[in-house]
Every structure is written in C-alpha cells, then in structure tokens.
C-alpha cells in the first residue's frame, strides 16, 4: 500500500484538507475581480490553496492563468514566464490546435513544442533588448483576450517576492499602471517572504502601496487536521485514536506541511493494523529531525556568534518575555541593545525569525526544536 500522506508537492483532491472557509473568501475576491496580496511561511499550503481556488474558478467560465516566479530573477525571465504561463492557459484545447499562440500578443511569438511527457506547450524566446515592450505586450494581451471573450480572468504571481527585488522599480511600475486599468481580471500576488512582500504593498514609496487586500493564510483548524489525519490513517490500514492524532497536529503547530511530513515517517514506521501510540510519534519527530538536521547545520555554520545567541534565546525564552528587557539580554548575554537590534533584522532578511507585535518566533518549528535539542546535549 501506498503512503497516504504528501509532503513534496502541492496537495488537491483528497490530500487536501479543508480550508473552506479561504477558498469561499478567495473565490470572493476572484468573482469581484479584485486584487489580493496573500502571504505565509514558507510551505503553509499556499499555491495548494489558490490552485483549489483556480480549479472552481475554471468551473465558472473564468480565464486563469498561474505564473510560478519562484526562479525568476531577471525582467527577461519574467516575461519568458508570464507569456507562457498565458500562452498555455488561455487558448483552450481546440483553439490550441487551430490558433497559433502569436495571436495572442502583438509582439511575442510563441513556438509550439512539446514538454518531457510529449504534451504540446509553447515557449518563448525573449529579445534582450526588447524586455520592457514585452511586458507590456503580455500584460495587455490578457486583458484583450477578457474583453474579447467577454469573461473575466484571474491571475497568479506567486512568489511575487521575486520582483521587488530586481535592481529598480521599473517593473513594478508597469506593472501598477496595467494592473489598474484592468477591471475584470483580479491579480493574486502571493509570496513566502512576510517581510520582502509586506514592505511591497505597505511601503508608501513603493508603486505596489496599497494596491491588493492583505490575506494572510492562517493554519488549518485543528479540528479538521485531526479529521483529515484520522481519516486518512483509517483509510491506509493504521490505528489512530483522537487523542493521539491531536497531539500530532499540536506538536506541529498546526503547520500542514510538518503535519504531512511526520504522518509520512509515522506510517512507513508502522505496519498495517498496528496502533500509533505516543511512543511511535516521539520516534517519528527523531527520525524527522534526523532528516532535515544537516539543511540545519548548514544554515546554522553560516551564522555569526551573536545571531546563533539570539536564536538560542529566542528558541528558549518564555512566550511573553520581550528580547530587548534588560533580564533577557543580561540573562543569555547578547551583548549591547544595539548588536543585538543588527542581529535580529539580519535573521528576519534570511528568513529565519519573524517579528510580530515586539515578539519575535523562529519560523521553521522543527529548526526552533532542533536548537532546543541541541541546548540540552
Ligand atoms: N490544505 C492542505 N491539506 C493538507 N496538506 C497541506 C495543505 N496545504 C499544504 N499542505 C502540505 O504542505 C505542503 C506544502 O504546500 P504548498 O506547496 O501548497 O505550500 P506553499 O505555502 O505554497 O509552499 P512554498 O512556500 O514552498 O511555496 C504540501 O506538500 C502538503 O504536505
Ligand atoms: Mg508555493
């Protein structure tokens, strides 16, 4: 039998767990054609979510088109990536083997072709020289083909991120003023880093202030986690009670991707009709903290002294204690205010802490349990 639980890839189907209430809120926004700027942590189940959400929107005759930005790090490859990702989904299947793609840009001219599994998909070579004309060729095309069609249409950036850091706002500025004058289409900008897109859309000097709903994804209901997890273990041969898998879904914080990934450990340690206990799940956590340690000793030998302290502390101080009282800089010697002010923003630009209200949290769970782990040997 197969493992049950996916931790790799984006989920659908019966692997994803609920989240009714984001996709009626999302299909909302999409109905309405209005622009969202949806953030998490990284692997909360974010392009998961919009896909479901892009599924049912295909359902009612809305054009979509999902542009992954994740690798892009230049202008050329953003148009490379967005007139494909439009060349791709918006010609429908008959269209595709009538039309040629060229019609619908001005200038871009996709090539047919065909991917690894012998599918037909066009792909773009984009002039150097030319990137910007480009980007306004692609941006007007969708807005064409939703007059043309009469429809409207939805449109993903996700890891938008990507964008705002190119070496100057030109992008983004062409960006806003097509994007604005674009009444039936609704864009979704969607990123893993809090604080590179919060400071896109928030920051007044930046063209993107204010120009999409803020949606920060939050977790997965627990009860519905530890329905899914019941379920689900039900279903591959494998004794589960409620307590137990409430605990699971405790233990990791109601984070979706850990939440899969532990299961994943748990029912490949575990043989059908065997009970998960207590026992099983601490065997688990080690064997997944086993796994992903040494992607933590290579970004923890990266780190300066003081930023490995501040870690510390944060990883073992109490919930409410504040990092800049006296009693916590005293107590786990981090050195003057000021230091300690330069570590904490360089953890937030890698990714690692995240400021909230004065409190600051290590983003990854299973990094902060491996520092705990790692204090106490
Ligand atoms: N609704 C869900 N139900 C069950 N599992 C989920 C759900 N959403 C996310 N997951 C788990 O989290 C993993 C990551 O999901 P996904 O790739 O959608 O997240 P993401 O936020 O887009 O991640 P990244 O930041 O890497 O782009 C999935 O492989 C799956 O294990
Ligand atoms: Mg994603």
Same mark, same amino acid.
């Given at each position: ?27 909302? #926004?999409? @109905? ?6 949806? #953030? &998490?942590?990284?692997? =909360? ?10 599924? @049912? ?27 494909? %990702? ?11 083997? #009538? ?5 619908? #840009?001005?200038?871009? +001219?996709?090539? *047919?072709? !065909? ?13 150097? %020289?030319?990137?910007?004309?480009? *980007? ?43 994007? +604005?004058? !674009?009444?039936?289409?609704?864009? =979704? ?5 809090? !604080?590179?897109?919060?400071?896109? =859309? ?5 063209? =993107? ?35 137990? %898998? ?7 914080? !109601? ?26 799940? /601490? ?15 290579? /970004? ?25 009282? %006296?009693?916590?800089?005293? @107590? ?13 923003? &360089? ?31």
């Amino acid at each position: 039998m197969e493992n049950p639980f996916v931790f790799s890839k984006e989920v659908g189907g019966e692997d994803f767990c609920n989240r009714k209430k984001e996709i009626k809120e999302l299909s909302g #926004f999409v @109905r309405s054609s209005q622009n969202v700027m949806m #953030f &998490s942590q990284r692997r =909360f189940g974010k392009t998961s979510l919009i896909k479901e959400v892009l599924k @049912r929107a295909e359902k009612e005759g809305i054009l979509t088109v999902y542009v992954d930005l994740y690798a892009v790090l230049s202008e050329q490859q953003l148009v490379k990536s967005y007139s494909e %990702a439009v060349s791709n989904s918006l010609l429908s299947k008959t269209e595709k083997a #009538f039309i040629t793609a060229g019609k619908l #840009f001005k200038q871009l +001219q996709p090539v *047919l072709t !065909h991917d690894d599994e012998g599918k037909p998909v066009f792909k773009v070579d984009v002039d150097l %020289a030319k990137t910007i004309p480009l *980007l306004e060729d692609v941006l007007d095309s969708v807005n064409r083909t939703v007059e043309k069609k009469r429809k409207k249409a939805v449109i993903v950036l996700d890891e938008f991120q990507q964008i705002g850091q190119f070496k100057d706002d030109r992008v983004e500025k062409i960006l806003r003023t097509h994007i +604005q004058k !674009h009444q039936n289409i609704s864009y =979704f900008f969607m990123g893993s880093k809090k !604080h590179l897109i919060i400071d896109m =859309f928030n920051n007044t000097n930046r063209p =993107f202030y204010k120009l999409a709903a803020p949606y920060p994804l939050k977790k997965i209901e627990k009860l519905e986690l530890v329905e899914f997890l019941l379920e689900k273990f039900k279903k591959a041969e494998r004794d589960i009670d409620k307590e137990i %898998a409430s605990s699971i879904v405790e233990i990791c914080e !109601h984070h979706p991707y850990y939440v899969q990934y532990l299961c994943y450990i748990i029912w490949e340690n575990t043989k059908p009709g065997e009970t998960i206990d207590n026992e099983k799940v /601490t065997e688990g956590i080690n064997v997944l903290l086993d796994w992903t340690s040494p992607t933590y000793e290579a /970004t923890w030998g990266l780190l300066t002294t003081v930023q490995k302290k501040v870690l510390e502390t944060i990883a073992r101080k109490a919930e409410e204690e504040r990092m800049f009282s %006296a009693d916590v800089i005293n @107590r786990f010697g981090l050195g003057t205010a000021s230091a300690l002010q330069r570590s904490l923003k &360089s953890l937030i630009d890698k990714d690692l802490i995240d400021k909230e209200d004065d409190n600051y949290t290590i983003i990854d769970l299973f990094l902060k349990k491996w520092i705990n782990k790692k204090l106490i040997r």
